[in-house]
């Protein structure tokens, strides 16, 4: 699993992960992990370090803003982008979700296109935020030999 970027998928419904990993198929550099509810998904974000966090902000068992809240308040995921799976998409849901912490909004049911998009921005955001935490990035400007 080295040099794969993990995704972090929080949704209780079997039938959605299934769906997703299928998705992600293709993807050799990608690691999915699940967990059915968001208390379980903190535990994970906490052992694991995801680079990005999909979560069904409709059936996640506990606020997302409380969600965010949480994992905004940790050293190991205060950076990590959580993109948010919600039904309501109207522009004062979208921009309260913002606000409270979420990286992108995204609609149900997951559309392949937007979420391969907003899941490699979301990466990308990762590796600039983890290389920049990194001393010995900071120090030599470069992960050869590393």
């Not at 205060?78 to 849901?93: H, K, R």
């Not at 912490?101 to 990762?126: D, H, I, N, R, S």
Request: contains cysteine.
């Amino acid at each position: 699993a080295m040099g794969r970027s993990r995704l972090l998928y929080i949704e209780e419904c079997a039938e959605s992960a299934v769906r997703l990993k299928a998705l992600l198929a293709g993807r050799k550099d990608l690691l999915l992990l699940h967990a059915a509810d968001a208390n379980h998904g903190i535990k994970l974000a906490r052992s694991r370090r995801p680079h990005a966090i999909l979560i069904d902000i409709d059936r996640a068992g506990m606020s997302a803003a409380e969600f965010v809240k949480v994992l905004r308040a940790e050293p190991a995921t205060e950076t990590t982008p959580v993109l948010a799976l919600a039904a309501n998409t109207a522009p004062e849901a979208i921009v309260k979700a913002l606000e409270a912490g979420f990286f992108q909004v995204l609609a149900k049911p997951l559309q392949a296109a937007p979420f391969m998009e907003a899941l490699a921005f979301a990466l990308e955001f990762t590796a600039v935020e983890r290389s920049e935490q990194n001393p010995l990035i900071l120090r030599f400007g470069h992960t050869r030999g590393l």
